[in-house]
């Protein structure tokens, strides 16, 4: 049985709705307006710099961080539902200072990294000076087997040199960027999880070229933008090395739990809200001489809608629940299912969405566009559907396998 919200929680999640009501929710426009309002196409809009400082001083600021001293004290499930209300807006999570991929650094860096390392890069992430990016993916081999990785990262002297080509590198071109976490090979002869490396890279370090903003069925997604980079003989500090050579793949699997809790709950306040975007256009449209509201079809829809979301946030709550009882190994096949459910939600429920609205549905004037590419950008993101359902079946076949069979399989 999933436990109620603690009532830390509920009171968090109460002061959230209340900032989102009064702050953000009024100034969606106004962030739009500016954040197109320059001439540089990467800018970060003024609005959200004075949302965060409100935010800030009203202690509604890295919520995430379970079981962490530098969090505020949530489990996985209790932050479940704070996550859900700040994805109602697409921005809204870097309010509070827990925008991805920020949110999975910093946990990196809380969990794993030194002291040294902490206070130069953890601490001004945790203060919202700057943000962060996680350069892993890459054009030339599949990147959801992270083992694939490519990237080198080579021992000489004192320092770590680098070479290699990432994509998909979201926050690279963020103005107040001021760290890459890269995963690359130190040792392509160890054992296949124990060649790669995690190394923390400042982007102003020479030797690193962004080669292109890559675009999301047309959206740059500003004002993080996603690149492609090439690392040419970038040479760090060999202190720069998180938790050691060989660990990035322990690394990675501990980053990628919350992680994908965090989405999914965001994902479902995404939906939370399409859905009301839908509901509300069907009862103001008329066809055929009645409201599209009281036609069955579209009441068969908002029906499946409803139960959809109402699913994949028991699902999720589970998932996050069992996290924080048995740890992130003993729920690997409910975070697998959950990022499989909640994209796949996710992308029917914008489409949805947009069929209600018509042709008003294909540009943004209410956002859609821009939802439903997002929709479809995550189901690739974090690993795609085909990764987490081979996970999610092998691990439900290792049950009923016989141990001397389960041994040769492992």
């Known amino acids: 049985m999933i436990p109620a919200q603690s009532a830390h929680s509920q009171a968090l999640a109460a002061r959230l709705q209340r900032f989102m009501d009064d702050h953000v929710y009024p100034n969606e426009k106004l962030y739009e307006e500016q954040l197109h309002a320059g001439p540089e196409q990467f800018r970060v809009p003024p609005i959200l710099e004075e949302l965060k400082a409100k935010a800030k001083a009203q202690g509604l600021w890295n919520l995430f961080l379970p079981h962490s001293e530098n969090g505020a004290g949530l489990s996985n499930l209790d932050y479940a539902p704070l996550a859900e209300i700040m994805g109602r807006v697409h921005y809204a999570s870097e309010v509070f200072n827990c925008s991805a991929p920020d949110t999975g650094n910093m946990e990196v860096l809380d969990r794993y990294g030194s002291e040294e390392q902490k206070q130069r890069w953890l601490a001004p992430l945790l203060d919202g000076t700057i943000r962060s990016s996680y350069c892993m993916t890459e054009p030339a081999v599949a990147s959801s087997d992270a083992t694939n990785v490519e990237t080198r990262i080579e021992r000489d002297g004192d320092d770590y040199v680098i070479n290699g080509r990432k994509w998909w590198i979201t926050n690279a071109y963020h103005p107040h960027n001021g760290l890459y976490i890269v995963m690359g090979k130190t040792d392509p002869a160890a054992p296949r999880h124990l060649q790669q490396s995690q190394i923390l890279v400042p ?116 998932a996050a629940h069992l996290m924080d009882t048995v740890g992130n190994k003993g729920a690997r096949s409910e975070i697998a299912q ?73």
């Not at 500090?237 to 050579?245: F, Q, R, S, T, W």
């Not at 042709?359 to 795609?384: E, N, S, T």
């Open 203 to 318: 982007p102003d370090t020479p030797g690193i070229t962004r080669i292109r903003p890559l675009t999301v069925f047309g959206y740059h997604d500003e004002p993080k933008g996603h690149a492609e980079i090439l690392f040419e003989n970038v040479r760090v500090p060999a202190a720069n090395i998180v938790l050691g050579e060989g660990r990035g793949f322990e690394i990675s699997q501990g980053r990628l739990g919350p992680g994908r809790i965090h989405h999914c709950m965001r994902i479902i306040g995404q939906c939370e809200r399409l859905l009301e975007q839908l509901c509300r256009r069907l009862l103001n449209r008329v066809a055929f001489g009645k409201a599209l509201a009281d036609q069955s079809l579209w009441q068969e829809r908002i029906a499946e809608a409803r139960t959809q979301i109402n699913m994949c946030r028991l699902l999720t709550q589970h």
């Open 338 to 410: 959950i990022k499989v459910a909640a994209t796949r939600i996710g992308q029917s429920i914008a489409d949805m969405a947009i069929q209600a609205h018509g042709a008003a549905g294909l540009c943004d004037d209410d956002g859609l566009g821009f939802a439903f590419a997002r929709m479809r950008m995550i189901r690739i993101g974090d690993g795609p559907d085909e990764v987490h359902n081979r996970t999610i079946a092998r691990l439900e076949l290792d049950k009923y396998r016989a141990p001397r069979i389960r041994e040769a399989a492992e």
